[in-house]
């Protein structure tokens, strides 16, 4: 299966993202464009988004799934950023590093199962090494098994596990995939890639 990959400018990813969050029951708290610009804008960052046509009428294509990373400092002002820093002392290296977050992406769960979560992360680290960033991570929660399994499939590693006092399916997990010369060569995902209409 060949996956048609999208690349977008801030503001308009934003508002994509913005509407294809609504697809998500499982996602407490819907992102807005204003959250989504707010986070990524003055970093580096890559907005993703798989297409793919309606299995009724297969001359529309629609968004079904996508995929946001940005860089992460050592140093971070905004607040959960610093706390994610804090939480991932010791597990990974900051120093003289480029460290890229994948901070939030997802499947519609109609097209789930089809190979769009795992084209979209190995783009992302195509873009991740072409920017010249060392290392993704990723942070996700443990209930998350299908995101798992493709994570694990892609060699991402569990760098730190945070278990939640009450229910275990709502522990933390923390991943993470250092990037390197062979990252590209272990790709398995067919991918035409072209960039939004700014």
């Not at 204003?34 to 580096?44: E, F």
């Not at 590093?97 to 769009?116: E, K, N």
């Amino acid at each position: 299966m060949e996956h048609r990959i999208r690349h977008y400018d801030l503001e308009q990813g934003a508002l994509e993202i913005q509407y294809i969050e609504e697809f998500f029951g499982e996602f407490p708290r819907k992102k807005t464009a204003s959250d989504i610009r707010g986070r990524l804008a003055g970093r580096r960052h890559c907005i993703l988004m798989a297409e793919a046509p309606l299995p009724e009428d297969p001359s529309v294509v629609v968004p079904v799934s996508f995929k946001v990373g940005h860089e992460l400092h050592a140093h971070e002002l905004e607040p959960k950023l610093s706390d994610l820093v804090a939480r991932l002392q010791g597990a990974i290296r900051f120093d003289g590093r480029r460290v890229l977050y994948s901070w939030i992406g997802g499947t519609r769960r109609d097209w789930r199962g089809q190979g769009h979560f795992r084209a979209l992360t190995e783009e992302q680290e195509a873009w991740a090494l072409s920017q010249g960033f060392d290392e993704i991570v990723v942070k996700t929660k443990n209930r998350f098994f299908e995101m798992r399994a493709t994570l694990d499939h892609l060699q991402f590693e569990v760098i730190k596990y945070e278990r939640h006092h009450a229910d275990n399916h709502e522990s933390k997990v923390y991943l993470s995939k250092r990037l390197g010369r062979d990252t590209l060569r272990r790709h398995r995902s067919r991918r035409t890639v072209v960039r939004a209409p700014a």
